[in-house]
């Protein structure tokens, strides 16, 4: 419903300006405040909105005119796919948390590529900075995995200021196995391939990060970090949902059991979340970037990021419970 709201604000005469007016957001063309620079584009905030949103990418655009400096749209995968059976979303109020189980739902890869392409055309679309987060089909066998990360690459790289790699949702059977790095390697070989490929015909960087869960352990985090550096990937997005449930969930625990499976997200997430951008930054190279996710809700929090060496910062959880003036607010007290 939000999405379907926003597509049709932004659709409307002058709605993009009315919906930066509304939400107190400067417009992007005339925009004075200072830029950060990351992955080659301009970042008029340093703080975007995660992937699983937008996974269509349908609302880009609006939801940058919201306040967002980025916006990751997808999970995307090469096959469009109907994702899990419902009900699969459920919130965790006492904790403003939430667990999914989606299931990478999407119309698929040309789908995307043919609205972004759309996107792309005017100037406003030209500057946005759109990244795209590229997943396995669930029909595709892991051992024919790094050829469908590579086919929604090559259709999407066109459109997009950075690709993301998400082996780590929780959602997909077997998914997170790809993260070992003798599974992992082809993939990001793949996928920076194609991008490199991109860069010839576009005259421009495609820069490629792959996306890791928190449950991994510290040493499994320092070598797909280590691989990321050797393969020439640009960084790292670090984390997606968890899979445990702490036992400091105020959530009654019988409820949370009757959810079952899922990926959980929300302030829970935040410690790990603080703990993995410290392992990477004190692995990767200086010139690496850091996509620090996972417990963000507040501007303290994404400055507290950035101060630990993230690059950028995504929420997207608290926006559930904090509404649509959420990415302004905090655009705005990050510039004061």
């Known amino acids: 419903m939000t999405v379907r709201a926003l597509a049709t604000a932004h659709a409307l005469p002058g709605g993009p300006a009315l919906l930066r007016t509304v939400f107190s957001i400067p417009d992007p063309m005339r925009d004075p405040r200072p830029v950060r620079s990351v992955l080659g584009v301009e970042h008029r905030s340093p703080f975007g909105l995660a992937a699983g949103f937008d996974k269509d990418g349908e609302v ?31 919130r965790l109020v006492e904790d403003r948390s939430l667990i999914n189980r989606m299931g990478f739902n999407n119309h698929g890869a040309q789908a995307l590529a043919k609205r972004l392409a759309r996107a792309r055309r005017s100037e406003r679309g030209q500057r ?12 595709t066998a892991l051992e024919d995995a790094a050829e469908d990360y590579r086919f929604s690459a090559r259709l999407l790289a066109p459109y997009a200021d950075y690709l993301a790699i998400n082996v780590s949702s929780p959602n997909t059977p077997g998914l997170r196995d790809l993260q070992s790095v003798e599974m992992l390697r082809p993939i990001l070989e793949a996928v920076e391939e194609e991008a490199g490929r991109a860069r010839i015909r576009l005259r421009r960087k495609v820069p490629v990060l792959v996306k890791i869960a928190p449950d991994l352990h510290d040493e499994d985090v320092v070598a797909v970090a280590r691989l990321a550096t050797e393969v020439g990937l640009a960084g790292v997005i670090a984390a997606n949902t968890t899979i445990s449930r702490p036992d400091s969930l105020a959530t009654d625990r019988a409820r949370v059991e009757r959810i079952g499976a899922g990926g959980l997200s929300g302030p829970v997430l935040a410690d790990r979340s603080r703990q993995v951008l410290g392992l990477l930054r004190a692995t990767l190279p200086a010139d690496s970037v850091i996509i620090s996710c996972g417990g963000v809700s507040t501007a303290e929090d994404v400055q507290e990021r950035l101060d630990a060496g993230a690059d950028l910062v995504q929420g997207y959880t608290a926006m559930i419970y904090e509404g649509p003036s959420w990415p302004g607010r905090i655009a705005r007290e990050l510039a004061d």
């Open 60 to 90: 880009p655009l609006a939801l940058l005119d919201l306040g967002f400096g980025h916006v990751e749209v997808g999970t995307v995968t090469a096959k469009a796919q109907p994702g899990n059976p419902r009900p699969r979303s459920f």
């Open 128 to 139: 946005a900075v759109i990244g795209v987060n590229i997943g396995k089909s669930k029909v």
